[in-house]
């Protein structure tokens, strides 16, 4: 089946400082990705969905300025958290999307001290 | 805006039938879905169903969808503690954007 990476699995960072993570679609094109947040014991909230090639869309509420999403590729996909600080720690899950199917990578947990 | 509701907590013994419920506002939803997350992992999709389908069995899942009263329900037989997860509720609506509910936490006792 259709599997999505994500690198890094986890990541500490200091505070003030920005931290990429990359979303991989690993054996499909993906046409469409989303970046989600989880905070724990809480649902998966939409930041942005970006398509290849063009600026991503991002969901109310979610600082574009601050979550710089890039599409380049139709298997990559990154988000970057600038300037980070502890609030931003939390659980981030991509998704891939083929064109029928949504797939989902195994989340990176942020910490940021 | 689209809203999607589950119940919090589920406990079950092992062996028995867990059934996991959802209801959805949105009634264009083309796709509805079950997700399960086990502690510190992403989304493993369980299984799925057309809005145009009543019900959708798949081995030890079942899924039950009542579009008039939106509701949605995940039956699991025979539960193992091995089924003990986060279980999320999700639908599709226009241009592929998914809402998910809070998730169902289940406990399986032994």
């Known amino acids: 089946g259709a599997v999505v990476s994500q690198h890094p699995s986890r990541v500490i960072c200091k505070s003030g400082t920005s931290v990429k993570i990359e979303c991989r679609s690993l054996?499909?094109?993906?046409?469409?990705m989303f970046w989600y947040r989880q905070f724990p014991k809480q649902s998966l909230m939409l930041m942005a969905t970006?398509?290849?090639?063009?600026?991503?869309?991002?969901e109310q509420g979610v600082e574009k300025d601050k979550f710089l999403i890039n599409h380049a590729s139709l298997t990559l996909s990154t988000l970057t958290v600038t300037s980070a600080h502890p609030e931003d720690s939390s659980f981030y899950i991509c998704?891939?999307?083929?064109?029928?199917?949504?797939?989902f990578g195994p989340g990176t947990r942020l910490t940021v001290t | 805006g689209e809203d999607v509701e589950q119940s919090l907590f589920l406990s079950v013994r092992e062996g028995d039938s867990s059934v996991i419920n959802c209801t959805y506002t949105?009634?264009?939803?083309?796709?509805l879905y079950w997700y399960k997350q086990e502690p510190g992992a992403g989304l493993q999709l369980l299984t799925y169903?057309?809005?145009?389908?009543d019900m959708k069995q798949d081995q030890r899942l079942t899924v039950l969808l009542n579009k008039k009263d939106k509701h949605l329900s995940l039956r699991i037989a025979d539960t193992q503690t091995g089924d003990s997860a986060i279980y999320f509720c999700?639908?599709?609506?226009?241009?592929?954007?998914?809402?998910f509910g809070a998730g169902t936490r289940l406990f399986v006792k032994a």
């Open positions: 998704s891939a999307a083929d064109g029928n199917e949504q797939y």
């Open positions: 054996d499909f094109q993906a046409t469409t």
């Open positions: 970006s398509n290849e090639g063009s600026k991503a869309t991002y």
């Open positions: 949105d009634s264009s939803s083309t796709y």
């Open positions: 169903i057309f809005s145009n389908m």
């Open positions: 999700a639908l599709k609506t226009g241009g592929f954007k998914t809402i």
